[in-house]
C-alpha cells in the first residue's frame, strides 16, 4: 500500500509543479496584457512598455504585486455598485494566472503562440458629454450620462442619488481611487433623476461633477 500512496503524492506534486508551469507568456500573459495593460504601457504610452516578452519579464515580479493588490489596471471603482462602463479590471482568475506565470518563472513558452505586436487598440468609445452639473440637489429633472470625481479626499467613497421618494440609486463606489489616474465613468445607460433629488456622498467634503448627455 505504502509505495502506491506515495508515487500518487508524487504525482500530484508532479502536476501541480505542471500547471503552475504550463502559464507562459506567449499563450496566456500576452493576449492578457494586450487587453488590458498595453493601453497605458507602450512605447509612447502613459507608462513603461510590456508589450514584449523580455519588458514584462523583466518586471515580472512587480506586475504580480500590482495586480494581486489590485492597483492595476487602476480602475479605482468597485465593481457591481452601480452599472459602469469600460471596467478593464481583471477577473479573480485572470489574477490568480499572473501569479502562477510569475511563480513558475515567468516562462515565454512557445513565441509562434504570442499575441502578435504591433496592436491595435481601439479606444474604447466614449460617448459625448454635454454640459457638467455638481451640487447637492436637483432643481429640475436631468438626464446623466457620466460622473467625474472633483474632490475625492479618502480613497474610497460612495456616491448615491437619493430621489424625493426616497429611493436610492447608487452612483459609484469609488475604491483606491487615485487621484493620478483621474477619469470619468460612464454609465452603462443614461440615467433620469427627477427634481429633488439629493446627490449624497458617504465622505464630507467629497465632490463629483455628473455629466449630461451631448445635445
Ligand atoms: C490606464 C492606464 C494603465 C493601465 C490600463 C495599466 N497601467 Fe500599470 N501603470 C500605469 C501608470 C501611469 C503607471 C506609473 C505609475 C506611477 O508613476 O506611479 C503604472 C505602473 C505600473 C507598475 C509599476 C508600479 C506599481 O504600481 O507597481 C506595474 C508593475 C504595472 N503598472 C503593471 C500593469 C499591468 C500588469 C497592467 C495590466 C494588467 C497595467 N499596469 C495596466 C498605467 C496603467
Known sequence: MKPLVALLVLANAAMAHDIGSQVTWSREISRLTARHCVSCHRQGGSAFSLETFEQARSRAKEIAKAVLERRMPPFGAVKGFSDLRDDRSLTQEQIEMVVLWVQGGAPQGDPSLAWKTPLKIAAPAEPRTGAEW??????????????????????????????????????????????????????????????????????????????EPAR
Open 134 to 211: 455638481s451640487g447637492a440637489q436637483l432643481r429640475a429633472d436631468r438626464t446623466f450620462v457620466a460622473i467625474r470625481p472633483k474632490t475625492i479626499g479618502s480613497d474610497s467613497v460612495r456616491i448615491v442619488a437619493q430621489r424625493p421618494d426616497g429611493s436610492i440609486e447608487p452612483l459609484i463606489w469609488l475604491y483606491r481611487y487615485d487621484p493620478k489616474f483621474p477619469r470619468t465613468y460612464y454609465f452603462r445607460k443614461p440615467l433620469r433623476l427627477p427634481a429633488g433629488t439629493k446627490i449624497i456622498a458617504s465622505e464630507p467634503g467629497a465632490t463629483v461633477a455628473l455629466l
